[in-house]
């Protein structure tokens, strides 16, 4: 597995695998999986769902500008050497881990913005956050050149984003979407949880239980919006330390609220244990 370190190495690498090698049935050649490192199980998922293209870069980034003044930036967990070690066991063929200098160069003066979708659900909460996300995503996409990108179901809110810019800038990249990896006892995996006191980590089990409470309900006939929010909101307030940020029935393509649940809306919530933000979701049936 290689470690690629410039745009132009991504670059050369994935001219290089199109010219050398024959894309497969699917009609895809290269996989790409951004991620901020501190790779975890759902990561391997995203990396092997990747390795259906044939060729696999997974990008190791923690990006600044996704980050607000008074997030953890500086100490968002990284462990580089247990990352690589993961993601060759998970299929990648090149890591790409660039300096902050390589992508945001002193001289830049260009970010990407999606009015509208930007400043809903975690956009509203972190603004700032989804400019970072795409600004970041899309010179990645730029880079790589990659025929599909993978991302997981518990950043549904940047999914739709992302999915919107893709459409507008008519990127050839198809945006694939993986489904949550949960530990055993339902917490979403996220880099993030190694920050939970094992007093937070019971607590945060909060955040499963609402999900899984309104899917419950939706599988019953319920449909109300108002009813699922406060289904969820009940599972909350058994956990006090637990801080709601947001819970919200959203369309999934617009991220704007619905009076009714229909196939496909975003049941989505986000609250912070002590100090850590963590965000959970449904796609409901």
Same mark, same amino acid.
């Given at each position: 597995m290689q470690i690629l370190r410039t745009v132009v190495e991504l670059r050369e690498w994935s001219r290089a695998v199109r010219r050398g090698s024959d894309l497969n049935a699917q009609g895809c050649g290269i996989g790409l999986v951004p991620t901020m490192g501190a790779l975890h199980a759902g990561h391997a998922s995203l990396i092997r769902a990747a390795a259906s293209c044939g060729q696999v870069a997974v990008s190791i980034f923690v990006n600044p500008t996704q980050f607000g003044p008074n997030e953890d930036f500086a100490r968002y967990p990284r462990s580089f050497d247990a990352d690589c070690a993961l993601a060759q066991a998970a299929g990648a063929t090149v890591i790409f881990a660039p300096s902050v200098k390589e992508i945001y160069p002193d001289s830049a003066a260009t970010y990407v913005e999606v009015a509208g979708l930007s400043e809903r659900l975690d956009g509203k909460s972190r603004p700032g956050h989804f400019r970072g996300v795409a600004t970041?995503?899309?010179?990645?996409?730029?880079?790589?050149?990659?025929?599909?990108?993978?991302?997981?179901?518990?950043?549904?809110?940047?999914?739709?984003?992302?999915?919107?810019?893709?459409?507008?800038?008519? /990127? &050839?990249? %198809?945006?694939? @979407?993986?489904?949550?990896?949960? $530990?055993?006892?339902?917490? *979403?995996?996220?880099?993030?949880?190694?920050?939970?006191?094992?007093?937070?980590?019971?607590?945060?089990?909060?955040?499963?239980?609402?999900?899984?409470?309104?899917?419950?309900?939706?599988?019953?006939?319920?449909?109300?919006?108002?009813?699922?929010?406060?289904?969820?909101?009940?599972? /909350? &307030?058994? %956990?006090?330390? @637990?801080?709601?940020?947001?819970? $919200?029935?959203?369309?999934? *393509?617009?991220?704007?609220?619905?009076?009714?649940?229909?196939?496909?809306?975003l049941f989505a919530v986000a609250a912070f244990v002590g100090a850590t933000r963590l965000i959970d979701n449904a796609i409901l049936a």
């Open positions: 970041v995503v899309s010179k990645l996409l730029i880079a790589a050149e990659p025929d599909r990108a993978f991302f997981g179901q518990k950043d549904a809110a940047q999914v739709s984003v992302l999915r919107r810019m893709v459409e507008d800038l008519r /990127f &050839a990249t %198809e945006i694939v @979407v993986c489904p949550i990896v949960r $530990e055993q006892d339902g917490l *979403a995996m996220s880099s993030r949880n190694a920050y939970l006191s094992s007093a937070e980590r019971a607590q945060a089990l909060a955040l499963s239980r609402g999900v899984r409470r309104v899917e419950a309900l939706v599988a019953q006939g319920e449909r109300r919006a108002g009813v699922l929010i406060e289904a969820a909101r009940t599972e /909350f &307030a058994a %956990e006090p330390a @637990v801080r709601i940020d947001y819970v $919200e029935l959203v369309d999934w *393509a617009t991220l704007l609220p619905v009076e009714t649940a229909t196939p496909g809306s």
